[in-house]
Nanobody, 128 residues
Framework: VRLVESGGGFVQPGGSLRLSCEVSGLTLSMTPMNWVRQAPGKGLEWVSRIGTDSKTYYADSVKGRFTISRDDAQSTLYLQMNSLETEDTAMYFC???????????????????????WGQGTQVTVSS
């Protein structure tokens, strides 16, 4: 399995970025996928998930601003990030790590880079 993220960069508060994750070695339409981020000096934070039924879930901190999607034909996962805030500064990873459970629009579990497949990450920096 290979996951390759791209699309990160430097953006001012209020700006937008779209992250991409090219997936190979698994069937994207049959695999729940997540975006997870790690801010400087902090632990891994789950951000968003898309299920095999295309149902989407978001952390409270990004709900209403971020949108997860996928293109099964291109085998690519996306994260559209709008209204970016300085607190969104982090390395962003795509992963098929299994969340513990999902309910009421969000998921729970502690991301673990030793579990599942992970990309190398793409850096997002939000600063004025």
């Amino acid at each position: 399995v290979r996951l390759v993220e791209s699309g990160g960069g430097f953006v001012q508060p209020g700006g937008s970025l779209r992250l991409s994750c090219e997936v190979s070695g698994l069937t994207l339409s049959m695999t729940p996928m997540n975006w997870v981020r790690q801010a400087p000096g902090k632990g891994l934070e789950w951000v968003s998930r898309i299920g095999t039924d295309s149902k989407t879930y978001y952390a409270d901190s990004v709900k209403g601003r971020f949108t997860i999607s996928r293109d099964d034909a291109q085998s690519t996962l996306y994260l559209q990030m709008n209204s970016l805030e300085t607190e969104d500064t982090a390395m962003y990873f795509c992963t098929n790590w299994k969340v513990r459970y999902c309910t009421l629009g969000r998921c729970f579990g502690t991301p673990d880079r030793a579990s599942g497949d992970w990309g190398q990450g793409t850096q997002v920096t939000v600063s004025s």
